[in-house]
């Protein structure tokens, strides 16, 4: 079955460790999305990437860093700086850049401990 | 003031209900407009988009935009409990996934 694959489900990270979620995707999609979502807020992009080998920091990139060394995969790192981890965090991807056309991975809890 | 502004709810129908749910937003420049659905500790479903003004229709769901108010809608007749799920609304004046606005979300309860 084609799609989005976020893991794990749910992580937990004690202060000043550095946590990487993986995206993995096998639907061919160029481009790929990572948001965060809080309660009470819209998702909010942190960082999105069209092609391999490129990615561009979206509205809060802030303590987070990327990679996009394959098409299919598209890893978050949440750092020590990131002051306020604990969020929902979405993968999404789409086959060009129209995101009336992109799907999302089932997310991921961070929780800080 | 918020670009895109959602009641959060929480909203409670009873089964078989017409339910609407609105968004609002100021961005003037907006011409795509989605709606998804989340379960709870899933991630969003798209549901159906529209472009620029009218309404869409797809099985129990129609979507209504509204740009001079800049106000648009999602109906859903014949609400089932399995329709119980938080409904997100996004929008962007230009079709690339990055540039999307989403709003925060309302949940609704269909009771049976």
């Known amino acids: 079955d084609g799609g989005i694959t976020q893991s794990p489900k749910y992580l937990f990270r004690k202060e000043g460790q550095n946590v990487t979620l993986s995206c993995e995707q096998n639907?061919?999609?160029?481009?790929m999305y990572w948001y965060r979502q809080d309660p009470g807020q819209g998702l909010r992009l942190i960082y999105y990437?069209?092609?391999?080998?490129?990615?561009q920091k979206g509205d809060i990139a802030e303590g987070y860093s990327v990679s996009r060394e394959k098409k299919e995969s598209f890893p978050l790192t949440v750092t020590s700086a990131q002051k306020n981890p604990t969020a929902f965090y979405l993968c999404?991807?789409?086959?060009?850049?129209?995101?009336?056309?992109?799907?999302f991975g089932q997310g991921t809890r961070l929780t800080v401990v | 003031q918020k670009e895109v502004e959602q009641d959060p709810g929480p909203l409670s129908v009873p089964e078989g209900a017409i339910v609407s749910l609105n968004c609002t937003y100021s961005?003037?420049?907006?011409?795509?407009f989605m709606w998804y659905r989340q379960y709870s500790r899933k991630g969003p479903e798209l549901l159906m988009y529209?472009?620029?003004?009218g309404n869409k229709e797809d099985g129990r769901f129609t979507a209504q935009v509204d740009k001079s108010s800049k106000y648009i809608s999602l109906f859903i007749r014949d609400s089932q409990p399995s329709d119980s799920a938080t409904y997100l609304c996004?929008?962007?004046?230009?079709?690339?996934?990055?540039?999307?606005?989403f709003g925060p979300g309302t949940r609704l309860s269909v009771l049976p």
């Open positions: 999404a991807s789409s086959i060009g850049v129209r995101g009336t056309e992109a799907f």
């Open positions: 639907l061919n999609h160029d481009a």
């Open positions: 990437s069209q092609i391999v080998n490129d990615f």
């Open positions: 961005n003037s420049a907006f011409q795509y």
């Open positions: 529209t472009y620029s003004s």
């Open positions: 996004a929008m962007s004046a230009q079709n690339y996934g990055q540039n999307f606005v």
